[in-house]
């Protein structure tokens, strides 16, 4: 079972820039579908991008041009770059590892890193 551990979050104002990274404990090329989920206090957690190992990516709408997710298989770490950052965007960041086994679904997930804008 993969560890992920999430990093990069932080306090910054808006308009800024957070780089957040997910660190896996072993091969993410044995995942391959990659996201970022964020939940907000009193809200459902949501997506906000996710990439597969071809590189395909997707995004929530409200990040769209503004949100860019990536992976690194060799350094098995995934990263989402977040620039024109809004108080909207103030969440705990997850990241999600998803495998497929068997036509089933196995979702496994880090602990989360927070992210506040500042007005």
């Known amino acids: 079972q993969v560890q992920l551990v999430e990093s990069g979050g932080g306090l910054v104002q808006t308009g800024g820039s957070l780089r957040l990274s997910c660190a896996a404990s072993g091969s993410i090329f044995n995942y391959p579908k990659m996201g970022w989920y964020r939940q907000a206090p009193g809200k459902q957690r949501e997506l906000v991008a996710d990439?597969?190992?071809?590189?395909?990516?997707n995004y929530a709408d409200s990040v769209k041009g503004r949100f860019t997710i990536s992976r690194d298989n060799a350094k098995n770490t995934v990263y989402l770059q977040m620039n024109s950052l809004k108080p909207e965007d103030t969440a705990v960041y997850h990241c999600k590892a998803q495998r497929f086994p068997f036509g089933s679904t196995a979702d496994y997930w880090g602990q989360g890193t927070q992210v506040t804008v500042s007005s």
């Open positions: 990439i597969t190992n071809s590189g395909a990516s």
